[in-house]
């Protein structure tokens, strides 16, 4: 019987197919081992199994009562229906939720749809319920199709056009012609900050009649009883006529747009190729399929795209949206930047091109596409120009000192962040050949070093382990008190030297002070690359990645109140750490970059950090015929120190990378051992320091 809110939940011994066991095959494509359950239970990743394709705002997924973030939980199993947008592993409740599906009996809107079996993989998503309708969907780039199949009796599909996770629905506009409606729907974004509008057209097939039914309602009754009701669906940030033509366009079968799609995902998944244990394989790319789900490409064939200011514009490149950068900026797009670069460059020049319509710290009031927030894009267009990206600086200037010119320093992690941004602005105007504005801007960021002495040298207080003391947004004075990236010298100097930097960044860790729930204190085990002791990075990484960990703090609460002891990365519903939040691939991302043996250093700067992969092989296409190999030597599990690393048949006496090192493709040979090599890694050091 169907519950209203409530759902009994038994566990069983058999879970299904969504464990890790379920896609790893000897024979199976990439697309074919991505687990899209990962992460799709509670607050455990707040991901979907919805049917996506690469970089695409249009994601058609199941709506649960009860639901997480992007509208759904594994062990739910009342469905409310079927909606077309989301992002995944956000906070604030989500953003997305338009235009809900859903097949009823008769003209019945309560029809109880209660989980039988289901069934998703990359690109497709199917369920079966008990009253015997089921349902299959897949999308392509902005274009998706549904199919619904019911008992043979009278059953109709009801579409809720007000539809959207946490009540964000602003207005929508329809018109129905025939089969065909089309309209635009405006909802809030993330935390209800702006407001995205999309155009949409749906055609259904097998349909008598669409009619209104109530508020924003419409009611498509099923004209034969034993055909199936297929629904293609149409998007564009610009308008109707686009988002038909998409449809117009479409292959002819939900199974053509399958096939096309799952080719699709192979083909970006396989540009790296990794060899090693299966299960870590099949982990490895249902993480990597995280990493390139967002941002959303916006802009139509022919360039024209729907700036945040509302206006049409054109573009000689292709055009994105959806950002949660003050999350992804640490992690997901220093991934694109290596792993991707045909992909990033336009992402980057995206982000350049908000900047002439009035760029906002969070999103605008007229977003093409559900989005969340942009601090921190001066350090990613840095970062974009540094690893070959061509970022017309000069263009966007003026706005990008307005920016820096307004930044917050009222709390102690604002101070910081602001630092970094400011120092990013110092760099790109040297780029510029403003070197007098420069010089101003380097001093600025280096008065990070004031606020550091007022709020994060004294670690004697009382409330240096407690969340949000001082002001602080998210975290503790001893997680923010390493956020100084771009100044890692500068930063020993202030902590009393190497030595006293070495030893409290070990009580950091012995004390379980870290969170890799969240993401302020993300780079600070790969600290441990930039002293005497990079043995110490090498372990953390393997730890966070595959071994037992004890977390002690969450976003919701301060040390040592249900502490956590396991491993942090399972590829199951129940994913992550509780609390720990994907965030449009932030945390699937940091482990893809280390598990293949490289971690940004520091964002703002093309290099890479060497650590031991996972795994016994590594093969990157880095495009243009260029293929970057990492061999794994005395390859074990459990062996993560490095003993030496060769490039190009050459030893390397250092413990990192650069871009162009890397891009340019070649041999890494890395040997690991069980024990450390405290002699690797400790010459011609990478350490990022100001210059003045």
């Known amino acids: 019987m169907c519950r209203s809110f409530f759902v009994i939940l038994v566990l069983v011994l058999t879970i299904s197919k969504a464990t890790a066991q379920a896609n790893i095959n000897a024979s199976s494509s990439p697309a074919d081992m991505v687990n899209v359950f990962l992460g799709t239970s509670g607050d455990h990743g707040q991901l979907s199994p919805a049917a996506s394709s690469p970089f695409n705002m249009m994601s058609i997924g199941p709506q649960t009562r009860p ?121 809030k974004t993330t935390c209800s900050v702006g407001v995205y509008r999309i155009y949409y057209a749906l055609q259904i097939s097998n349909v008598s009649e669409i009619k209104s039914s109530g508020n924003h309602g419409l009611l498509a009754l099923r004209k034969n009883r034993i055909k199936p009701m297929e629904v293609r669906v149409g998007f564009s940030s610009v308008n109707e006529d686009y988002a038909i033509q998409k449809i117009e366009k479409t292959p002819p079968t939900l199974q053509d747009v399958k096939e096309k799609t799952k080719n699709n ?242 009580q950091f860790f012995d004390d379980y002070n870290y969170n890799h729930a969240n993401q302020p204190d993300l780079q600070v085990p790969g600290l441990y690359n930039a002293t005497k002791q990079p043995w110490k990075s090498q372990k953390l990484f393997r730890n966070i990645m595959l071994d037992t960990v004890v977390q002690t703090y969450f976003n919701d609460n301060s040390k040592g109140v249900d502490p956590y002891i396991g491993t942090i990365y399972n590829n199951k519903p129940k994913a992550y750490l509780r609390t720990m939040d994907d965030d449009a691939g932030t945390l699937s ?12 250093a520091n964002v703002g700067d093309p290099i890479y950090y060497v650590t031991a992969p996972i795994f016994k092989s590594v093969k990157v296409d880095m495009g243009d015929g260029k293929f970057l190999s990492i061999e794994v030597k005395n390859y074990n599990k459990d062996y993560f120190y490095i003993q030496s690393v060769t490039f190009n048949g050459k030893e390397l006496d250092r413990n990192w990378l650069t871009q162009k090192e890397l891009t340019q493709g070649g041999e890494i040979i890395i040997e690991t051992g069980a024990e450390p090599n405290k002699n690797f890694g400790i010459r011609n050091q990478w350490i990022s320091c100001v210059d003045k």
Request: glycine share 6%; with cysteine.
């Open 265 to 506: 995902w192979n083909q970006l998944l396989s540009r790296v190729e990794v060899k090693g244990e299966k299960a870590r394989e099949a982990l490895f790319y249902s993480l990597l399929y995280r990493g390139l789900q967002a941002p959303y490409l916006i802009s139509e064939k022919d360039g024209t795209y729907r700036a945040i200011d509302g206006s049409k514009q054109k573009s000689d490149f292709p055009v994105y949206n959806g950002w949660a950068i003050w999350d992804n900026y640490r992690e997901q797009l220093p991934m694109l930047s290596l792993l991707y670069q045909d992909k990033f460059e336009p992402i980057a020049k995206s982000i350049a091109n908000l900047y002439p319509y009035g760029k906002k710290s969070w999103a605008t009031m007229h977003e093409p596409s559900p989005t969340v927030r942009t601090e921190h894009a001066i350090v990613v267009l840095l970062d974009a120009y540094k690893k070959g990206c061509d970022i017309n600086f000069e263009a966007i200037k003026d706005a990008l000192l307005n920016e820096v010119e307004h930044l917050d320093y009222s709390s102690p992690d604002k101070a910081l962040e602001s630092s970094y941004d400011t120092w990013a602005m110092a760099e790109i105007l040297k780029i510029t050949g403003d070197t007098v504005l420069s010089k101003t801007f380097t001093n600025k960021a280096l008065e990070y070093k004031a606020y550091w002495k007022k709020d994060f040298a004294d670690l004697s207080k009382d409330d240096v382990d407690k969340m949000q003391a001082r002001g602080l947004y998210q975290g503790t004075i001893w997680q923010y008190r390493w956020f100084v990236p771009f100044d890692v010298s500068g930063l020993k100097s202030l902590v009393g030297g190497e030595d006293v930097f070495l030893k409290q960044l070990d």
């Open 589 to 600: 991302s940091w482990f893809v970059m280390r598990s293949i043996g490289l971690s940004p």
């Open 67 to 187: 639901h997480i973030h992007t509208g759904y939980d594994y062990y739910a199993k009342e469905f409310e229906g079927f909606t077309h947008t989301r992002i995944e592993g956000v906070g604030c409740k989500g953003s997305g939720g338009n235009i809900l599906i859903k097949p009823i009996l008769g003209e019945d809107k309560t029809t109880c749809l209660s989980k039988k079996k289901e069934k998703a993989s990359s690109g497709f998503y199917s369920v079966s319920f008990d009253n015997g309708i089921s349902a299959a969907m897949t999308v392509d780039t902005n274009v998706g199709i549904h199919e619904y199949a019911f008992p043979n009796e009278k059953s109709s599909l009801w579409i809720d056009l007000s539809f959207a996770f946490d009540d964000r629905f602003v207005s929508e506009t329809h018109v129905i012609k025939d089969n065909v409606i089309t309209g635009y729907i405006d909802t």
